[in-house]
């Protein structure tokens, strides 16, 4: 497995800032916020110039000694036409830059899953004779954020994976230890962070909070995942410290180091 970091962990600065500053912590590779209306790269500009956002992304990754690995996108609340030229764009991106892993939300908690399946269907389609795979990230607020309704997303859309994020599951106060085991033969990508119990200890020091790392990546190791593991800790979240962010996660990514060893 390799330790990437999420750009979110600078959501307030410039991409080219993100970048630096992750490689000045000790990542080696990015997964780039492609986050319409926050950060970094807003999906509605890569529509039509596919190219000459793949050349800039390079560029800067380039120039901060990172490898971009996943895209992690929203589209913004747009209708679905909008959304999948949105996403095509990006999948194009993806390609141009030979990622392989392009990461969106799930519905709102309470939309209908069966309506949010057949979205997750014609997105899907859009990656037909590439080699990028689409991921449903398991997130608070959604209808990921219970693991039996995450779990039916990928038998009911051919193709679609999962960004596992354990946190959000932990936050939610799931009754099993490991509430993503159902979720471990489809996944393609996780974002890691501490979290405790509810959206105000979604983000944690690592050593506090309720998830067991060891016990996770344990987990990913059984079920053969070999991919990329982002530490994604926000500096905008509401109340959170900027610096401490990054303090927090410069400790999680050196934690997973020697984990991985």
Not at 92 to 103: H, P, Q
Request: proline share 4%; charged share 25%.
């Amino acid at each position: 497995m390799r330790i990437a970091g999420s750009s979110l962990l600078y959501s307030r600065l410039s991409f080219e800032e993100s970048c630096r500053r992750l490689s000045a912590l000790g990542f080696d590779a990015v997964d780039v916020a492609l986050q319409e209306g926050w950060a970094h790269v807003d999906p509605s500009s890569v529509v039509g110039a596919v190219a000459e956002t793949a050349d800039d992304v390079e560029a800067v990754c380039r120039s901060a000694g990172l490898d971009p690995v996943a895209l992690n996108v929203d589209a913004g609340d747009v209708t679905l036409a909008t959304e999948v030229d949105r996403v095509e764009a990006v999948v194009e991106l993806a390609s141009a830059l030979d990622i392989g892993v392009v990461t969106l939300p799930a519905a709102g908690v309470d939309a209908s899953l069966a309506d949010d399946c057949s979205r997750f269907r014609t997105l899907v389609d859009l990656t037909d004779g590439t080699d990028v795979t689409l991921t449903v990230e398991t997130h608070w607020g959604t209808l990921t954020e219970d693991p039996v309704t995450a779990a039916k997303y990928a038998g009911e859309v051919p193709g679609l994976r999962y960004t596992l994020d354990p946190g959000h599951f932990v936050a939610g106060e799931h009754p099993t230890d490991d509430p993503w085991r159902e979720l471990l033969d489809d996944v393609a990508h996780v974002h890691v962070r501490q979290a405790g119990s509810g959206w105000d200890e979604i983000q944690l020091p690592p050593d506090a909070g309720d998830l067991d790392v060891q016990s996770f990546l344990r987990s990913l190791r059984r079920a053969g995942y070999d991919g990329v593991l982002t530490v994604e800790y926000i500096d905008s979240l509401d109340g959170v410290d900027p610096e401490e962010a990054e303090r927090q996660a410069d400790e999680m990514r050196a934690r997973l180091a020697e984990s991985l060893v």
